[in-house]
């Protein structure tokens, strides 16, 4: 059985419905309307393109009998950016083009981007329309670091603050990501298409750090809502690659993320401070984080007090990344309603990876995780939990790596990490450790419960460093779950193969229970 998932005018999403992660049973065709389309799938997620708005579909596969019905939406405009005078050659300037045909779009209209490479500089969305990338349509990304304006931090609006601009967690003067919108709903970007940073031609990848001005994103959403990616993949941003910042009702389906391995913080998405987000059936490859859950550090979690809130996400593959999954370390507003099930992680550093850090404040908990039914391989470290992360420009100062409760004991500053479930999860073929859970000396982490998890190490493993905090081994290798200022841990049907001597590794751990 499959669902659908999202339909727009010209595009649609499907989901299977059964427990495999990421990938379906068996590989299946599609048949649509009673043609059988070219090509092979084999993944729990499949899309349709090049529909045509307001007419009716009907979507089968070879996988099984379920056949659903569906209209596609109807549409006021269309408008081709070409048709407007852009070259779409990699060379001339389409910028006015394409700004254009977004501005001059009416409500419920489409810009379509039909094959080609359409250099342009930053541009801005708007409310009500879709941005359709064709197959073979890519928005190239300008090279010139002056082409990207300023966007001020802070603005200030009948004397009330508005952050307009962030970096890492605080207000920060930033360039103006390529793609941008502000306080705009009801927006969708689909199609087989690329939107490409261009990164690697220009400057940004070179000077990451120091700046005053902070890197662009590919694309920043500030304060929007109802937004739906489809399809599209983006690529080679100058820093993170999508970035929803306190925005509402995001959907992510069927979308690509893809940086070069050594490509300096270019984390793949990185929700910040949202509330309904669906990660679902999304594929990753980048230089840092492939997705990272963020809530701010201390000023904006003290101030807006917003957490990353009902997150799901769903049958994706996270590869090549330091973290598949992590949370914060800006989680000053607290993650809260966090699922993530039938998803592969290939070959990151980290599988889940949770890091914070005294400084983050009390408003900084996350509470009620659940991970489950999960495939790792050749994960270096498939779980870390690391309360000493050593970021910012204080990350080595005493008050962060210090272990003396009686000199830090919990206060306004003291982030909580609650109660975490791993459940139905295989990993093969590690190489550091199992996991590496270290809470704060004042504040252990509440409750780490492991069921049904396996864990196997490769034979060729080479020893690593398990996570970032200052004075920590640098040559673990196929070692066990190292756990430290855990009030209580819970192991059911967890198994250990080739692991260097013991399996559980305990410190300052409370209540231990093994089934």
Known sequence: MFKKLFVSGTSACFE????NPYYNTEKYKIILNGKQLEGEYETNVFSLFNLTPATKYVVKTTADDCEISFITASETAVINVKALGAKADGVSDDTFYIQLAIDSCPKNGRVVFEEGAYLTRPIVLKSDITLELKKGATLLGDTVEAHYPLIPARVYIDGKEEVMASWEGDPF??????VFAYRQSNIQIVGEGTIDGNAQNSTWWQTPKGRKVARPRLVFLNKCENVVFHGVTGKNSASWNLHPFFSKNLKFYNVKVECPANAPNTDGLDPESCDGVDIIGCKFSVGDDCCAIKSGKLYMGKTYKTPANRHTLR???FQNGHGAITLGSEMAGGVTNLSVSQCVFSHTDRGLR???RRGRGKDAIIDGVLFENIKMNNVLTPFVINMYYFCDPDGFT???????????PVDDRTPYLGKFAFRDIECTDCECMAGYFDGLVEQPIKEIVLENVSFSFSPDAEPHTPAMLEGVRTDYCREGLYVDNVETLVLKNVTFKDVVGEKIIRKNCGKVTQK
């Open 16 to 19: 299977f419905e059964n427990k």
């Open 173 to 178: 003067d930033c360039h103006q990501s390529l």
């Open 315 to 317: 049958n994706n593959l």
């Open 354 to 356: 949770i890091k914070t």
């Open 398 to 408: 005493e008050y962060v790596r210090s272990r003396d409760a009686k000199k830090f």
